[in-house]
């Protein structure tokens, strides 16, 4: 009989090593899902994996990785503060967006203009539009007890008619022929997040790297993240300990919404170029994957974006060589969350084999 | 004496690195109360999940009624009529009374039927409980009352009951000894496990000691004093505390007029409550649990704020200060409830080191941890106050309740509190650790602390307080002077025998018989 026993202390070396069993898992289950699907599973793990980073044209696809890993980093990071002391925020897609809007209309605003001035007071806008959108579910719980997952989560959708609405009439381009969409920031380099576009290098990784210090510094050093972590463990203990629930919901989600925020920002100003309809590209919610999937370590954020990152890209790569359709490159990343999330367990339990009758 | 009812003979377990129990053997008779007497880590839990179907022995056998007996699971110990009150209650918060026990049950009947079983049982054996409230708001009396009730719906032949008494007032252990005395007279064994030796000499006809897994002696306790078990428990000669207060400076902490709603629906109301404190002087504050313990301390510590000078101390209103501003004033407190409240369970000891000692001990420097000397002050607690444990990095739940009380208390003593309020100081804990946090609350109070314990435990607060208070029902009775108070005298500040009633067996068959 197949026992779980609870550990009395969680074990370190499975909580470092459950992400990459995930990874195989995932890839083995992958493999299958792709040769039922009629591909050739080795080629198309091939594909996915190996070909963007080593490939014939790896030299092409590993800038492309920095760009899709830099946002998931700069939110995943926002996310994993509350995520640890038990906060939900779940509408980072929404704060992404409002981000995007606030930089890019700052930016939009001052159009011609060429001043190194712009660009830090896009970002500030940026941030702050995002950090706006992540107060709201926070004002509404410490105010009225509301749940910080359902409020943060349908502001996502008003966030995407916002967008809409910005792309067809405020901030459209008003050069652009009434196409939907504002102006490309590839024609405006005072409101350009590129740092170098041939070498697909933007301030939002800057950034990425920034957060991924701070947030490491904080949590590791600093009383306000053991506070974080102390309230995800034990809020008795941490009432007892002084820590302010109803600040550090407030800090909480307004650091995830502002890091959001910088995230959509450095994405409408770079690689996306413009306000548009289609914009959201979900990364939002894919941040929630990677920050899991990093347990919540900022290091392990990175890392996790990278390889998220890498089924980005190599899906890409595999939808163009191999036919796959992109709903099966979906699947993949869900079992990714999936088998970590089962593979969790073992963290904290381990799997004891007894004979039957010894219980 | 006839055949016994439970013969253990041999008995050894064994766990990597520890022999829990050597070669154990004694009898349980019928109609006998048998108490098994032994510090923490003595074996006596491992027994008698030996006895319960949990654990299975490595060697030696076990004889019910004769027969061979070697429950593989609780439930075969179950249907042999073995039942067991455990210590750590295993309930869920979530769920009602009644729905607590139908999980414990294997046929359990229609919640209404079950429901009245659950009240006429309660009161039978005069334990009050209402079957319909969630036991997410029952303080740790009234759980205890769940898991006796759910014991005594199986009709037991054997009732293990694993130190039963801790939350009851004195005319409450009484009753709940006749009701237990009743219970033998039916035919029911019981096995008692408890570190108080003058209950055991009350209620017990026989006691084995347990020392490091070994049986160390056997006595039949109403002829061995209380002195000579304790130190046949310890294995050496037992310190009792020492006082040496030079008695009462001035008053350091004044509560006046406290009055505070409870954060839960079901919490206890503290209705216009008066003390005061002086340095070097102890407050014993007795009481039934549930009746404010928790809220007294929650106000105390600055959990919940309280309305303007209704707490003051050296003379300044705290009571708008939150727990670390009072702390920067030498105000701490340690609360009953060791895991997910003076503890985060998950967190290492240094980091539980840092919960409560961040500001006095100035491990923070402009918000950055010190590391280094919060690992200090964690060795610095567990040397002291010998907690036991393989390191500073170890996680709080990997303790056992006495060495994380030990480690809670002495997380507070060791950073000189000026006023240091408790809760429980000592439950759960085994003799020797008891008497240390006791001295060293003493030692406290000698250097001119002013020190407030809550607890339930009366020897304990006889023993330590100068003055004694009891709460009731969120109020808190005249203060009297410790020394020269009667048991009954306490029993009735603490309000008495709280609505319970003397077991009344005899009627409940007559009416079982007549229905």
Redesign the interface.
């Known amino acids: 009989m197949i026992a779980l026993e609870k550990r009395?202390?969680?074990s370190r070396a499975l909580s470092l090593s459950t992400p990459l069993i995930a990874v195989i898992i995932t890839m083995i289950m992958g493999g299958l899902l792709f040769s039922v699907l009629g591909k050739n599973p080795i080629e198309a793990i091939r594909t996915i994996f190996w070909d963007p980073v080593f490939g014939e044209f790896a030299f092409y696809y590993r800038p492309q990785l920095l760009v899709k890993a830099a946002p998931l980093v700069l939110i995943a990071i926002g996310l994993s503060l509350g995520f640890k002391a038990g906060i939900w925020n779940i509408g980072a897609e929404g704060q992404y967006i409002m981000g995007a809007i606030c930089g890019a209309a700052v930016g939009l605003a001052f159009y011609p203009t060429e001043s190194r001035l712009i660009f830090p007071l896009m970002i500030i806008a940026g941030a702050l539009g995002g950090w706006a959108w992540g107060m709201i579910p926070a004002l509404l719980k410490v105010r009225f007890g509301t749940n910080e997952i359902l409020v943060s989560l349908m502001l996502v959708y008003v966030a995407d008619q916002l967008l809409a609405s910005m792309s067809l009439g405020l901030l459209r381009n008003p050069e652009g022929m009434g196409f939907p969409g504002s102006r490309n920031f590839s024609d405006f380099p005072a409101g350009s997040s590129w740092i170098n576009e041939a070498a697909g290098l933007h301030w939002g990784m800057a950034f990425a790297f920034i957060a991924v210090i701070f947030s490491y510094i904080l949590l590791n050093?600093?009383?306000?993240g053991?506070n974080i972590?102390?309230t995800g463990?034990?809020p008795?203990?941490?009432?007892?300990?002084?820590v302010?629930p109803t600040r550090l919901i407030l800090f909480c989600l307004g650091t995830s919404g502002a890091l959001a925020g910088l995230a959509g920002f450095f994405e409408v100003t770079g690689p996306s170029g413009q306000i548009n309809i289609d914009f959201a590209s979900g990364y939002g919610f894919t941040a929630i994957i990677v920050a899991f999937l990093g347990r919540l370590h900022p290091v392990g954020i990175l890392l996790a974006a990278l390889l998220m990152a890498l089924t980005y890209v190599g899906g890409d790569l595999a939808q163009g060589n191999l036919g796959l359709p992109s709903a099966a490159i979906q699947v993949f990343q869900g079992m990714l969350l999936f088998f970590l999330l089962a593979l969790d367990l073992l963290t904290n339990y381990r799997v004891v084999l007894k004979s039957k009758?010894?219980? | 004496m006839s055949t016994p009812l439970l013969s253990i003979k041999g008995l050894t377990k064994t766990y990597p690195g520890v022999v829990a129990n050597d070669d154990v053997s004694f009898d349980i008779g019928t109609n006998e109360v048998h108490a098994l007497l032994g510090e923490n880590g003595a074996g006596k839990s491992t027994l008698v999940k030996m006895i319960y179907?949990?654990v299975?022995p490595d060697s030696g056998t076990m004889t019910w009624n004769g027969q061979l007996f070697a429950p593989?699971?609780?439930k075969a110990a179950r249907a042999s009529g073995v039942a067991m009150v455990f210590q750590h209650f295993s309930l869920f918060d979530a769920l009602s009374v009644a729905e607590n026990v139908a999980l414990g049950m294997e046929n359990p009947p229609a919640m209404r039927d079950l429901a009245r079983r659950i009240r006429r049982v309660s009161e039978t054996y005069g334990l009050p409980l209402d079957p319909n409230r969630t036991v997410g708001d029952l303080s740790a009396g009234e759980r205890q009352r769940v898991e006796i009730i759910r014991c005594l719906l199986q009709d037991p032949k054997l009732l293990i009951m694993d130190e039963p008494t801790s939350v009851l007032t004195p005319q409450e252990v009484e009753i709940l000894f006749q009701t237990l005395n009743k219970l033998k007279a039916e035919g029911t064994s019981i096995l008692y496990i408890s570190h108080k030796l003058e209950e055991i000499r009350a209620l017990c006809d026989h006691a084995t000691i347990l020392r490091l897994g070994k049986n160390v002696g056997e006595c039949v306790p109403a002829d061995t004093s209380a002195r000579d078990m304790a130190e046949l428990m310890v294995g050496d000669t037992l310190q009792t505390p020492t006082r040496t207060t030079e008695k009462a400076g001035a008053v350091v902490l004044d509560v006046s007029g406290l009055t505070l709603e409870p954060t839960n629906d079901y919490g206890t109301t503290l209705k216009n409550i008066h003390f005061t404190v002086r340095a070097g002087e102890i407050l014993g504050i007795g009481g039934v649990a549930g009746n404010g313990q928790d809220e007294l301390l929650s106000a105390l510590?600055?959990?919940s704020l309280t309305w303007p000078d209704s707490i003051k101390v050296n003379g300044q209103d705290v009571a708008n200060l939150?727990?670390?501003?009072r702390?920067g004033m030498g105000i701490l407190?340690a609360?009953e409830?060791r895991?997910?409240?003076?503890?985060?369970?998950?967190?290492s000891l240094t980091?539980n080191a840092?919960?409560?000692g961040?500001i006095r001990e100035g491990l923070?420097n402009n918000?950055?941890?010190n590391?280094s000397k919060t690992t200090e002050f964690a060795d610095t607690i567990i040397k002291e106050f010998d907690v036991r444990t393989p390191g500073n990095h170890?996680?709080a739940?990997?303790l056992s309740g006495g060495n994380l009380q030990k480690f809670v208390i002495g997380r507070e003593v060791l950073q000189r509190p000026e006023v240091l309020v408790v809760n429980q100081p000592t439950w759960g804990v085994d003799a020797a650790a008891a008497a240390s946090i006791r001295q060293a609350l003493l030692d406290l109070a000698a250097g001119g602390a002013a020190i407030v314990v809550i607890s339930q435990d009366l020897d304990e607060l006889m023993e330590i307080s100068d003055r004694f208070g009891a709460l009731n029902e969120g109020r808190l009775s005249d203060l009297r002077p410790a020394a020269g108070l009667s048991i009954d005298e306490i029993g009735l500040m603490m309000g008495g025998a709280h609505g319970m009633e003397v077991a009344h067996v005899g009627d409940e068959e007559k009416e079982g018989a007549s229905a």
């Open positions: 009395p202390t969680p050093r600093h009383i306000l053991f972590r102390l463990e034990a008795r203990a941490a009432r007892f300990a002084g302010n009758g010894a219980a | 179907g949990l299975k593989p699971e609780p510590s600055g959990e939150g727990p670390n501003a702390r407190a609360p409830e895991l997910g409240h003076a503890a985060a369970p998950d967190l980091e840092l919960l409560t961040a923070t918000g950055f941890v590391w170890v996680a739940r990997a």
